[in-house]
């Protein structure tokens, strides 16, 4: 079964500083793996997905993810925080053998203070 | 191009009484999915449809959950009885070949 783990409910940063929203995951095969943002009252969005090829991915609003094979990972990030990007964050990983099943992971809340 | 639509998008409703909650594709999405997030946690896939047939639903929680999607258009969730532990969020989302496009979700409420 593939999985992903978010070890952080809750992640602070300053406006300006690099955030960093941790992922892991654990499959069988080649991953293929999502992150998307939920906002206040809104739905989920998509940011970015690796399938292959480059380990660093460019995804919507200035973030980045990079895909690290030796240590199952895929950590979101973006260089310089913003108020606005405080959310919930969402790794994934697709299983395309089984309709093109999310799992997801547990969330992580990005709270960036002014 | 209209998104995923769900409503309502909150309902408050007590122990034991009955919720359907809907959700319209993007047109031309075969695929459509429900997905929930409960108590804070994790979001679970319920089910999975293509067109209108069930193509997968090993992540219904029970009986009480009934999902249809009648001439593969708009999909309904029913859940009869509710109980308190059903409080959460609803996802609905489809898909034709590619990425997943997500609905804004319907939050339950069950006092």
């Known amino acids: 079964a593939q999985s992903v783990a978010q070890p952080e409910d809750q992640v602070n940063v300053a406006e300006g500083n690099p955030l960093t929203v941790k992922c892991t995951y654990s499959v069988s095969g080649n991953p293929y793996l999502l992150w998307y943002v939920q906002y206040p009252n809104r739905g989920l969005q998509f940011l970015l997905k690796?399938?292959?090829?480059?380990?660093l991915v460019k995804g919507s609003y200035g973030f980045e993810a990079e895909f690290n094979k030796s240590q199952t990972s895929f950590h979101l990030k973006k260089p310089s925080a913003l108020v606005s990007d405080s959310a919930l964050y969402f790794c994934?990983?697709?299983?395309?053998?089984?309709?093109?099943?999310?799992?997801f992971g547990g969330g992580t809340r990005v709270l960036v203070k002014p | 191009e209209a998104g995923v639509t769900q409503f309502p998008s909150h309902s408050v409703i007590e122990k034991g009484q009955t919720v359907t909650l809907r959700c319209d594709p993007i047109?031309?999405?075969?695929?459509l999915y429900w997905y929930r997030r409960v108590m804070g946690k994790e979001i679970k896939f319920l089910l999975h449809f293509v067109k209108e047939s069930k193509q997968d639903e090993s992540g219904m929680p029970n009986n009480r959950f009934l999902a249809e999607r009648t001439g593969g258009t708009y999909s309904t969730l029913k859940v009869q009885p509710a109980e308190l532990e059903d409080s959460g969020v609803y996802f609905c989302?489809?898909?034709?070949?590619?990425?997943?496009?997500f609905g804004e979700g319907s939050r339950l409420t069950v006092l």
């Open positions: 690796y399938i292959t090829g480059d380990n």
């Open positions: 047109s031309g999405h075969d695929n």
């Open positions: 989302a489809s898909s034709g070949l590619g990425e997943l496009f």
């Open positions: 994934a990983v697709r299983d395309l053998a089984a309709g093109n099943k999310l799992t």
